[in-house]
C-alpha cells in the first residue's frame, strides 16, 4: 500500500474462528475484497457471508495452513481470484493441551509446531514471494502473549508462539528494504472458543493459567483494530513490532 490507496485485497487465515472472523470483518471495511481460509470450511463460508454483508467481496477457502502445497495453492486461489494480496493477517493456530511439562505429550508438542510454526512460515513465505513482486504488503501475525512470558501448563504454545515472534522479526528484517511490513499482534486472553477450551483443562488440572482476575478478557475486535491500524499506512514506519492487547494482563 502507498499514498493512502486503499489496499484491494485482504487474506485471513483461521478466518472462520473468533479472533479471524473480528479480524475478516475489521478489515472488510478497509479493503474490496477479503480471503478467508480455514480447516474448517462451514466456519470460513460463513465469515465470508459476513463479509458480503458487510460490503466487501469474499473468498472462502478450506486449507490446512500447514501443508506447504495448500499454502501455495491458497496464495495463487486468492491472488488469480480476487487480485494481488496488499493485507494478510497470518492468524491461524491451535491451542494444544494444558498439562505440565513433564507430563505434556509429545505428539501435541509437535502439533503445535507444525500448525503454529510451520503454518505461520509457509504464509509468510508464499505471501512475501508475492509481495516481493510489487514491493508493499502489511504482514500481521498474530502470536500472543505468550509470546513474551512463559505459562504454567501450556509448553507447546509457549513454544510455538515464542517462535512466532521470531519469525515476525526475521521476516520484517528481510524485507526492511521494501515497503512490505511484519508485525505480530500479542492478544492476551480473549472471549473466544479458544480460551474457553484452555481455562477449562486448566481448571480440571488445578494450574492457574491467569495472573490477574482484575483484568477482563478483551473481545476479538479489540484484536481486530490493531490489526486493522498495522495493516494501514497509518503504520507505515512499525516494522518488526510486538504490538501486545491485553489490558495491562502481562503487566500484573
Ligand atoms: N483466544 C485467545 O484468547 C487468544 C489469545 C492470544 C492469541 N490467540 C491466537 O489467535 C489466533 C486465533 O485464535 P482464536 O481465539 O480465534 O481461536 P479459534 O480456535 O476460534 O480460531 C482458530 C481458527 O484457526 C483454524 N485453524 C486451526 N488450525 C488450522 C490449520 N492447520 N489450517 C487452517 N486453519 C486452521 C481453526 O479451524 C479456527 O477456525 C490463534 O493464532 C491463537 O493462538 C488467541
Redesign the pocket.
Known sequence: MSGGDRPPVALV??????????IALRLAQMSDAVAI????ET??GAVAQLVEKAGARALAI??????AR?TAAFVEAVETRLGPIGIFAN?????GVVAPLHEYPDETFDQLL???VK?VFLGLKHVIARMMQRGTGAIIN?????AIRGRAGLAG?VA??HA?LGLTRTAALDVARTRIRVNA???????????R??EGQARDSAIALRRSAAIA??R?QD?ASVVAFLASDEAAHVNGAAWVVDGGMTLA
Open positions: 487465515t483461521g478466518g472462520g474462528g473468533d479472533i479471524g472472523r473480528a481460509v480455514d480447516r474448517d466456519a470460513a478450506r486449507a490446512d495452513v500447514s501443508s495448500e492468524n491461524a493456530g491451535i491451542e507444525q500448525v503454529n503454518g498474530t502470536a500472543s502473549t505468550s504454545y510455538s508462539k512466532v499482534v500479542l492478544p492476551g486472553p480473549v472471549e473466544s472458543r479458544m480460551i477450551e484452555l478478557h478483551g476479538p484484536v
